[in-house]
């Protein structure tokens, strides 16, 4: 079995964590955890718990592993199958609740829900696909 490098999930690292701090990584030598918050659709500065867990994971230290390990070519990113995994979970979920909302005759409070899940699943997966991509900026707008 291959060395765990430093930016793979570590034992006990939440999935939800790992997926932003895959997020974290693609962001490049400009990369923050207001960025990562932003990107996924939060506005201002990320959460205090954010910054918790991201000094808790060591994001910082295992991002600069990752960075002095050099750029890989994108067929051979270690990163791909991992942020792959993440958009198929993405649309997965999209799925689901249209699935969902379709079958509805009128909505109520819990429909409410499921459609703001549906808005946070669509903006995660834009930016799980423009980061995937190497796109500096994510414009994502719902009118």
């Known amino acids: 079995m291959a060395e765990p490098k430093p930016w ?6 939440k999935p939800e964590w790992y997926q932003r701090f895959l997020i974290y990584l693609r962001l490049g030598p400009d ?10 659709g939060g506005r201002g500065p990320a959460p205090t718990s954010w910054h918790q867990a991201a ?4 994001w910082e230290e ?8 050099g750029q890989p070519d994108a067929r051979e990113d270690p ?3 991992s942020i792959n995994e993440l958009a198929i979970r ?3 979920i999209i799925d689901r609740e249209i699935t ?5 005759p009128e909505l109520k409070d819990s429909d409410v829900a499921r459609l703001s899940r549906l808005v946070r699943a669509l903006r ?19 009118d």
Do not use: C, M
């Not at 295992?62 to 390990?69: L, S, T």
């Not at 995660?124 to 719902?142: M, R």
């Open 8 to 13: 793979d999930r570590l034992p006990g690292e």
């Open 31 to 40: 990369r923050s955890v207001d960025a990562v918050w932003q990107h996924l």
């Open 55 to 58: 000094q808790s994971y060591n």
């Open 62 to 69: 295992r991002a600069k592993a990752y960075d002095e390990a």
């Open 79 to 81: 990163l791909l199958p």
């Open 90 to 92: 993405a649309l997965r």
């Open 100 to 104: 969902r909302l379709e079958s509805l």
């Open 124 to 142: 995660y997966l834009g930016a799980i696909s423009t980061i995937a991509h190497g796109e500096e900026e994510i414009v994502v707008k719902f």
